[in-house]
């Protein structure tokens, strides 16, 4: 059993069930149709479908990212695994420099919004978990 990525997978699967609860509590109920951009595909009531499945979206792939790291951990990667688990844990990576680069302007949202603290985690998590 690979620990490293048992805590990774954990990490995502409460960072799915976060995302979600949060966009269905406070994002997603206050966001007014008409309030919002009219863009090529419709009006402001189209543009919030698509921040819904945007949101929802986000949840489900983090999500299925806690699944697999959870079952990937349960015997050896294999190097086809290994690169896996280094997508993944790259992919959090650029997430967290993304995180970094938006709020540049304002650092102290960091203290806000710290998600990005488990971004950190579930990269270096994956790094390490890649080469067990």
Known sequence: MNAFLVA???ISILMAAGHTTIGARWVLP???DESLPHSPFGGGA?????IRVTWHVVGIML????????VLARGSLGAD???AVR???AMFAASTL???WLVRRRPLDLLRAPMWVLFVAEAGL???GASR
Do not use: D, E, I, N
């Not at 999500?63 to 959870?70: E, P």
């Open 87 to 89: 997508g993944v844990g």
């Open 98 to 100: 993304m995180v970094l």
């Open 46 to 50: 189209m543009t919030s479908v698509f």
């Open 8 to 10: 990774a997978g954990v």
């Open 30 to 32: 206050r966001l007014a």
């Open 126 to 128: 994956c790094g390490v």
């Open 81 to 83: 695994g290994a690169v």
């Open 63 to 70: 999500l299925t990212v806690g699944v697999v790291l959870s």
